[in-house]
């Protein structure tokens, strides 16, 4: 089953927009929100003992979307190191399976490619 990937981008984003993050090179992805200016956690209101916490409205056409975010109020929180957050592009990655289906969908492999190299395989590889 093919799964989502990133390229990641240090830059601003062209626009306000909710974005999948992360700090640095980590592995762990956050969802934020950009401004225009800086970036801001989003958190459930009242959950958030780090500071003071404005009220937030999720975009109607936001770029990433999220089940949960229409059942509970949301807060933004200032991120007080601003250049450590790099944001993603998201791209898909295929696995083999589908990228095996697509081939033989537009013909570059024949239908019954699992048998149909098996000769030529065993001459080359010396099973012959």
């Known amino acids: 089953m093919s799964k989502i990937d990133y390229t990641w981008l240090a830059s601003a984003p062209h626009k306000p927009d909710v974005y999948v993050t ?15 200016e800086r970036w801001y956690d ?23 979307k999220i089940g949960w975010r229409k059942k509970y109020p949301l807060s933004l929180r200032k991120i007080t190191n601003q250049a450590a957050i790099q944001w993603g592009t998201p791209y898909r990655v295929y696995d083999e399976k ?31």
């Not at 992360?22 to 225009?36: A, L, M, P, T």
């Open 42 to 64: 989003i958190s459930l209101s009242g959950t958030t003992s780090r500071g003071s916490s404005t009220p937030f409205q999720w975009p109607k056409k936001a770029r990433v």
């Open 98 to 128: 589908e990228v095996l289906a697509y081939l033989v969908k537009t013909g570059r492999l024949p239908t019954d490619w699992r048998t149909a190299y098996q000769i030529e395989m065993r001459a080359k590889l010396g099973d012959a």
């Open 22 to 36: 992360r700090i640095n090179s980590s592995k762990i992805h956050s969802v934020r929100y950009w401004d225009g």
